[in-house]
């Protein structure tokens, strides 16, 4: 099992940069793979970005590839993602994930550990 913790949202302009930290303790981090997901009020939790065991493979939503990249430090068992050129709905709270698979998906309910979530507000 993982323990996951979020940090560094906040309230930022659009066309700003926020960088998100999710940190794991538990498990073997680089025996997951690690996902960033979003959620605004009223919809459904989305998909924003994924990244392989090693580092090497990197996946994203189609509404944020370009500005969005995702990361990892396993030495840290860290996982970031760099928010760039952010857009007011772009404003959700921001989820770290871990599946135990090493198979690619960006379907909520097959990661199996969750992070409580931080709160990212962009301003028009």
């Known amino acids: 099992q993982v323990q996951l913790g979020e940090s560094g949202g906040g309230l930022v302009q659009a066309g700003g940069s926020l960088r998100l930290s999710c940190a794991a303790s538990g498990r073997t981090f680089s025996d997951y793979l690690m996902g960033w997901f979003r959620q605004a009020p009223g919809k459904e939790r989305e998909f924003v970005a994924a990244?392989?065991?090693?580092?090497?493979?990197?996946y994203y939503g189609d509404s944020v590839k370009g500005r969005f990249t995702i990361s990892r430090d396993n030495a840290k068992n860290t996982v970031y993602l760099q928010m760039n050129s952010l857009k007011p709905e772009d404003t959700a709270v921001y989820y770290c994930a871990a599946r135990t698979s090493p198979i690619y998906t960006p379907v909520v309910r097959l990661y199996q550990y969750w992070g409580r979530g931080t709160q990212v507000t962009v301003s028009s």
């Open positions: 990244i392989s065991w090693s580092g090497s493979r990197t």
